[in-house]
């Protein structure tokens, strides 16, 4: 008998930072959900930490049949070797068919490693699901920056394991009356397994990061703002509008905003109501960050940019001219639209 | 500086194609490939930069490691251009197809074949496959430590602290050589290659290559064959319907005719 | 390795054959490219004359990456809505004398450095080189950023603006005097509309030239010229007539794209690249000795360039002027000196590979191009002449004569015209 008719169940990796969940994790606990229904097997988790039963009880209260809840104290916090180590024994005992895991840059380096243990598929960084007619797994991700989709199975090997991208899965509802069961799995930890020890914290000043995913206005700066001060002028217009600040790669790899800033692949990607690029041409890498945003609005010189290929709205001009202009006319609109 | 502190380091990179210049075929709904250019993966750049960094702190030595077709030559002179003292191209057709698994294993091969290596450098993911998984699966097969997405580093008497961008903030951490570090975006300003190193990029012997025998793969392990994923089909993405209302001319019109737009829809 | 035979700075036609010539006997060169790849800094088409690249690859320069052969050249003048256009109908594709071919000359320029590296010249690309090494006015050498890099001979190919013949001391600032100013455009058609439009057979093409009111009657004129699947237009001006007359070559260009006699053929092209740039017309007034101690300068670097408004060389006096430069390296490695005494001889290698001949030849043509009246009165007068013998408005019809003399009443006078034609036949 192969391999793959032996696993079943749906396994996510439940990432919990400091005193919370991580909203990626929760997010995958309802699309594993979805996934296990369709399947008909249940879902799990897997929890890796030290006093930290109370986070099993809430996975289980967003949709998890049982939690498998892995506690010693070199797993207080995360570590690449132990945590793998440990990923591989369940996996290897409770053989799931599916191991998701939130695509944040610990799952992407945790999943990354463990997978070559397990000698199984890995895909990254999924912004999609399907089960296919044979009960595979299909393994969507955007591909050549976000301009195309690939499909990846893995029919070979168990489990099919996928990442999968933070704040494009819904978040299900929280029902606190749900029952699961909790597992307690020990394990064998020791000096020898610890290669490296976080020492140090320095978190962002404020938590910009979130700021920027949980935005419902951003205004972003592309190459064609030609220096750093401009980003004063697109602040003052994310104020008016209620908004915050961001900006594309260019902008970022020249300093002249922080890279938490940065939208796009290889920054983050985001879900505004409304998305202004300002002098953003619309390289495949940025689109990919924000083309699901609600509504986009371009300003840019260049009619042929790409940007205005998915804009709603936009102006075809100098943005030096038009962003001040924008600032200065939703003043003058906005004293008429609040009642006295 | 004595003898000892001096590292070998290795630093794997790929040629990848230029994203910025991928279009889809508006008819066809294909990717148009055709006169897009190559360049070496970005964030390669910046693990480039800093091993080269630690090279010129603590001397040693630095390789350039790639696999990929001959074209990929083209990121191995750029290395050595940058101050990489030599390169190597893992090539070999049985290697084509391979998803990031036996890559992971191909490259790991390579190391081991190469020689003792104090740190193993990537980029954090490539911008054509963005994974982020060879990395990692270098230091898994390897079994070594890994830190992903560093931003500095500093090594001491075979110890290492080194810094790692996370989504809410930077992380130090500490371990010990040998180990495997990906290098976080943006996190340096790569050095521009230069005339003696392009030179010396074209003098014979300082790239080389190696196929699947020299460093002894098992071809059941590597290509389409050793891979566990396959490619199913590639969708072309519909992006949402948009009203595409752009408006040109006079600055205070246009912006007049937008907030009106903007208005009508309830965004301001 | 910071020791070559020679350096050549530029690949462009020149710099690129030079490398070849001398790479392929057994020198070892440095071929040094500004761009991200040789041809990047030229992106247009334009018209390459066959003679040189024959004699440089004679067994495959066919090979050359050539859009169209030139098998029909017009020169028109415009006046007003108006043409007259002259029509050389040349040798047909299969002619293996054919006289020019239209290339784009960033396929060109990187295929021309291709071959230079096939025959093993060292082509670095994206690297600058900032200044020459010169020691007891000898240049020993080449800086790019902070390296250094020696060699016996270096050769300056890098184009209109050397400023390596400049650092060399063997050539003067540029005067405005001398220099035409240009814009080109290519339009993207399609192959078959070039194919009907200029009704030329696959791999045919035309060379075009303009003067008159392309110029606003300024001296200087209008080229086009087919490709595969688009043309390249421009207008070239003397940048000291623009500056007299307070006129911008880019409106020049523009109401020239509206002129019926081009329209016809632009209908519905799409403007997919522009670029403005300087040519100098130095004609025999190239630099007198484009040699120094351990320097030669070839192509334009060197002012080896031809423009007479309506036709314009240069890619071939540069190829020309990179073979010759390589016979020179050539002779001076036999005796091992590379003095600009030994080095002289480039004069003769150029006069036998027929550069300066050429631009002697055509020596007396910038006195006569830089008679205006090509420019204004002639078209004016020619479109004037035959507007009028071919109106037919049921009004008398005037004798020829009467017509051409009233046309010119007031804008040029009979002697005028004789000496004219007759100064212009003797410098052609």
């Known amino acids: 008998m192969s391999r793959a008719k032996k696993s079943k169940g749906v396994m996510v990796f439940i990432e919990f930072r400091r005193d919370h969940i991580r909203r990626g994790s929760i997010q995958l606990i309802g699309e594993g959900r979805r996934i296990a229904d369709i399947l008909g097997v249940k879902l799990s988790g897997a929890l890796l930490g030290h006093g930290v039963k109370k986070y099993a009880k809430e996975a289980i ?204 692949q290889t920054g983050k990607t985001v879900r505004p109501n409304v998305y202004v690029a300002i002098g953003i041409s619309g390289a495949v890498q940025h689109l990919a960050g924000m083309q699901e945003s609600e509504k986009i609005v371009a300003i840019n010189n260049d009619p042929e940019a790409e940007i205005f290929k998915i804009a709603d709205f936009g102006i075809v001009g100098d943005l030096f001219e038009i962003v001040p202009e924008m600032i200065r006319q939703i003043k003058e609109r906005r004293p008429a639209k609040e009642p006295t | 500086m004595p003898e000892s502190s001096e590292l070998r380091m290795v630093v794997c990179i790929k040629q990848v194609p230029k994203a910025e210049q991928l279009k889809i075929d508006p008819v066809k709904k294909t990717l148009v490939r ?86 193993i450098f990537c980029g954090e993911e490539t911008t054509d496959s963005s994974t982020g998984h060879v990395g990692p699966g270098m230091a898994a097969n390897l079994d070594l430590p890994q830190l992903t997405y560093v931003v500095e580093v500093e090594v001491r008497d075979g110890h290492v602290r080194a810094k790692r961008a996370v989504e809410d903030g930077f992380e130090v951490w500490e371990t010990t050589l040998p180990l495997v570090i990906t290098v976080n975006h943006g996190c340096n300003h790569p050095r521009e290659p230069t005339l003696l190193g392009k030179i010396k990029a074209r003098t014979i012997g300082i790239i080389d290559d190696v196929n699947a025998d020299d460093v002894g793969l098992d071809k059941e392990k590597i290509g389409l064959s050793g891979s566990p994923t396959v490619v199913d089909k590639i969708e072309t993405v519909e992006l949402p319907d948009r009203s595409g209302r752009i408006y040109s001319g006079e600055a205070r019109e246009a912006v007049t005719k937008l907030l009106d737009d903007l208005e009508a829809e309830g965004i301001i | 390795m910071d020791r070559f035979d020679v350096i050549v700075i530029g690949a462009g036609p020149a710099g690129s054959s030079a490398a070849y010539s001398l790479a392929k006997e057994g020198f070892s060169v440095l071929l040094i490219e500004r761009g991200k790849f040789p041809g990047s800094k030229n992106v247009f088409g334009g018209r390459i004359y066959t003679y040189p690249l024959k004699r440089l690859f004679p067994e495959d320069w066919r090979e050359a990456p050539i859009e169209r052969y030139v098998v029909q050249e017009n020169i028109s003048m415009l006046s007003g809505d108006t043409a007259v256009t002259v029509q050389y109908d040349s040798l047909r594709t299969g002619s293996s004398r054919v006289n020019s071919f239209t290339a784009i000359r960033l396929k060109f320029d990187k295929w021309l450095a291709k071959r230079a590296g096939e025959v093993g010249a060292m082509v670095i690309t994206g690297t600058r080189v900032d200044d020459l090494l010169v020691s007891n006015g000898t240049v020993f050498g080449v800086r790019a950023g902070g390296d250094e890099v020696k060699a016996n001979v270096i050769i300056a190919a890098d184009g209109v603006a050397s400023i390596f013949a400049q650092k060399a001391g063997i050539r003067p600032e540029l005067i405005p005097k001398e220099i035409s100013v240009g814009v080109k455009e ?197 479109c004037g002449i035959l507007n009028r013998m071919y109106t037919v408005d049921g009004g008398k019809k005037e004798k020829m004569f009467h017509i051409a003399k009233e046309e010119m009443k007031g804008k040029i006078s009979l002697m005028q015209l004789m000496k004219d034609l007759l100064g212009g036949t003797r410098s052609m």
């Open chain 1, 61 to 264: 209260q967003y949709g998890l049949d049982k939690v498998h809840l892995v506690e010693h104290p070199i797993l207080a916090s995360y570590a690449a070797s132990p945590y793998s180590k440990v990923m591989v024994e369940l996996v290897e005992k409770y053989k799931p068919e599916i191991m998701l895991l939130a695509a944040t840059k610990n799952g992407r380096e945790l999943g990354g490693r463990f997978y070559v243990h397990l000698q199984t598929g890995l895909a990254a960084d999924c912004t999609a699901f399907r089960v296919s007619k044979g009960k595979n797994l299909v393994m969507i991700r955007p591909a050549f920056g976000g301009k195309s989709l690939a499909h990846i199975m893995c029919k070979k090997t168990r489990p099919q394991m996928a990442t999968a991208r933070p704040n494009v899965f819904t978040e299900p509802e929280r029902d606190p009356k749900r029952k699961g069961r909790i597992i307690k799995e020990n394990v064998k930890l020791g000096p020898e397994d610890v290669d490296a020890k976080m020492v140090q914290f320095i978190a962002h000043m404020e938590d910009e990061a979130t700021r920027l995913a949980d935005a419902d206005v951003i205004v972003a700066g592309g190459h064609g703002i030609r220096k750093a001060d401009t980003f004063g002028t697109l602040q003052e217009l994310a104020d008016v509008l209620g908004g915050t600040v961001g900006g594309s790669r260019k902008v970022v790899d020249l300093r002249w905003l922080s890279k938490d800033r940065q939208v796009g």
């Open chain 2, 34 to 119: 055709e006169g897009v250019e190559s360049e070496i993966n970005p964030s390669d750049l910046h693990a480039l930069e800093m091993a080269l960094q630690l090279k010129d702190k603590h001397g040693g030595s630095l390789l350039a490691l790639s696999m990929g077709p001959p074209r990929f030559i083209q990121a191995l002179e750029t290395a050595i251009g940058m101050g990489a003292d030599e390169g190597i191209l893992l090539s070999d057709r049985a290697l084509g197809g391979s998803d990031t698994l036996p890559t992971s294993h191909a490259l790991s091969k390579a190391v081991e074949h190469l020689g003792d290596f104090d740190i």
């Open chain 3, 186 to 382: 290519t339009i993207k058609l399609t192959k078959k509309r070039i194919e009907d439009r200029f009704n030329v057979g696959e791999k045919e093409g035309v060379a075009n030239a303009y003067i008159g009111q392309v110029t606003n009657f300024l001296r200087g004129g209008g080229f086009l010229y087919t490709n595969k699947d688009s043309v390249s237009l421009g207008v070239v001006v003397q940048s000291e007539d623009l500056s007299s007359h307070r006129t911008e070559i880019q409106e020049l260009m523009e109401r020239f794209k509206l002129h019926p006699s081009i329209q016809k053929y632009i209908e519905g092209g799409k403007v997919v690249e522009y670029s403005a740039h300087m040519i100098p017309e130095l004609g025999t007034r190239m630099i007198p000795r484009p040699y120094a101690n351990g320097f030669l300068a070839v192509g334009d670097a060197a002012g080896f360039v031809l423009s007479h408004g309506y036709t314009y060389r240069g890619v071939d006096l540069a190829i020309l002027s990179g073979m010759a430069a390589a016979e020179t390296v050539k002779a001076a490695r036999a005796v091992n000196d590379y003095s600009a005494g030994s080095l002289s001889r480039y004069l003769h290698d150029l006069r036998s590979h027929g550069v300066l001949s050429e631009l002697e030849e055509f020596g007396r043509t910038p006195s006569f191009l830089g008679n205006p009246r090509i420019y204004s009165a002639y078209p004016q007068l020619l």
